[in-house]
């Protein structure tokens, strides 16, 4: 198995009212919950907590059918990971951001909430915290046996010719 570095990794729920984040120790042994938080300022939250513990991955779930096609709710949670890779770009040494398949992780949550006794109507405050963990976890355990990051590696968008510092092919 090759060595992976040391350091804290974020799992990431994408809802399309709340967004649960959870985090792992340094040596990514065990995730747990974090906070859950608004949508619309989720991106920043999560890259504050990202350069807060000085995260080295942020695992981003990604919610495939069965057959393993992606719908909407795919494209949110890409969405997500592109504006976070976006938002941690001017950092010095930015955390990797990951795609991660997370197929039933939020039915899983509610499985869990329900067999702890947690009342339905109570689940919606923390259920993405705990699909959050549930894909970080999942993560972490795929980490170890394999040897290396889990998941689909989120590339930087590619600048527009013209844009602030981006220079315009010449023709010729």
């Not at 198995?1 to 042994?29: I, K």
């Not at 963990?133 to 040897?147: F, N, P, T, Y």
Request: include cysteine; aromatic fraction near 0%.
């Amino acid at each position: 198995m090759s060595e992976l570095p040391r350091g804290v990794r974020l799992g990431v729920d994408v809802g399309d009212v709340r967004v649960g984040l959870a985090r792992s120790d340094p040596d990514g042994m065990l995730a747990t919950p974090v906070e859950t938080v608004p949508r619309d300022t989720a991106v920043a939250a999560i890259a504050a907590c990202a350069r807060e513990t000085e995260a080295r991955a942020i695992m981003v779930g990604l919610p495939r059918t069965l057959s393993g096609a992606e719908g909407p709710a795919a494209q949110k949670a890409r969405q997500v990971a592109e504006e976070l890779v976006a938002e941690l770009a001017g950092d010095p040494d930015p955390a990797e951001v990951r795609m991660v398949d997370e197929r039933l992780t939020t039915v899983s949550a509610h499985q869990a909430l329900h067999a702890s006794g947690r009342k339905g109507r109570k689940h919606r405050q923390v259920v993405d915290q705990v699909a959050a963990v549930m894909i970080l976890q999942q993560a972490l355990d795929l980490e170890r046996s394999a040897g290396r990051r889990a998941g689909e590696l989120v590339a930087a968008a590619d600048p527009e010719p013209g844009a602030a510092g981006v220079p315009e092919q010449e023709d010729g």
